[in-house]
């Protein structure tokens, strides 16, 4: 009994240091893995550490801070007014907003807009200076000076249009009256003609004598155009009975006439 019992106690003691020899084995080797692991572990660490990208964000953003500054810098005075124009808008709209609604002002009148209009020129023109001034008035005269010349021009053109019409006109009508006048010659002419070629045929058929005393008394121009048309020997012959003096005026104006004709 006490041999079997001392045989178990060695049995028990033998299994207990086995299998605390098999722990610390076991331990050993988890140890062993993961000091591997963390061996294995560091060298990626070092490549992501090597591997981490440029900072390209941080470095845009500093540019557009420093250009922003710049601008800033140089046009103070337009940030500041904008500023305070934002302000004044947010205090107007917060005191438009707490103060009870007013009644709607009244239209203005046509005098009170002209006043205004007036004071606003008043006050812009207090904003010029004197040299702009003065050349401002020097091109709104100049202007009123072409204005005139321009529309002098259009009347002018309207008033010689006008003058050649009535010339047109008049130009018509003369041509109507010369036309008038031309034929009234004329016919005055050929019946001027025809009282001439019956003074010839009567002429004609008197005797020379009886002929050359109605020629001493008529006038020469028309005894030159009666012995013109009357024949040769008939004309001669009249010419013989009349006077000398007579005969030789007749005869230089019947040549006249006859070179004229």
Same mark, same amino acid.
């Given at each position: ?39 294995? #572990?560091?060298?990626?660490?070092? #490549? ?30 337009? +940030? ?6 934002i302000e004044i808008s947010v205090f107007g709209k917060a005191k438009a907003q707490g103060e009870p609604a007013k009644k709607a ?25 004197? *040299?702009? +001034? ?8 100049? !202007? ?42 004329e016919q005055k002419i050929e019946k001027d003609e025809e009282k001439v070629d019956k003074l010839v045929a009567v002429?004609? #058929? ?9 020629? *001493? ?6 005894? +030159? ?14 010419? #013989?009975?009349? *006077?000398?003096?007579?005969? !030789? ?13």
């Amino acid at each position: 009994m006490i041999a079997s019992k001392k045989g178990r106690n060695l049995q028990n003691s033998y299994s207990q240091h086995f299998q605390k020899r098999k722990q610390v084995s076991r331990d050993e080797q988890n140890s062993a893995m993961s000091l591997s692991k963390r061996k294995s #572990n560091l060298p990626s660490k070092r #490549n992501n550490r090597k591997r981490k990208p440029f900072p390209v964000g941080a470095l845009i953003s500093c540019i557009v801070l420093l250009i922003a500054f710049i601008y800033a810098f140089e046009n103070e005075e337009k +940030i500041v007014k904008s500023l305070s124009k934002i302000e004044i808008s947010v205090f107007g709209k917060a005191k438009a907003q707490g103060e009870p609604a007013k009644k709607a002002p009244k239209p203005k009148s046509t005098l009170d807009k002209f006043s205004d209009e007036k004071e606003a020129k008043k006050v812009a023109k207090k904003t010029w200076t004197d *040299e702009e +001034i003065a050349l401002f008035t020097q091109l709104e005269q100049r !202007k009123s000076e072409l204005d005139q010349r321009e529309e002098n021009l259009k009347k002018l053109e309207v008033e010689l249009k006008q003058q050649q019409e009535d010339i047109k006109k008049n130009l018509a009508e003369l041509r109507k009256i010369r036309t008038k006048i031309s034929q009234g010659l004329e016919q005055k002419i050929e019946k001027d003609e025809e009282k001439v070629d019956k003074l010839v045929a009567v002429y004609s #058929n008197m005797k020379p004598q009886q002929a050359a005393k109605v020629m *001493e008394k008529i006038d020469e121009e028309l005894a +030159i155009r009666v012995l013109a048309k009357m024949k040769k020997k008939s004309a001669a012959e009249v010419l #013989n009975l009349l *006077e000398p003096e007579k005969a !030789k005026r007749l005869s230089e104006k019947y040549v006249g006439y006859i070179s004229m004709n």
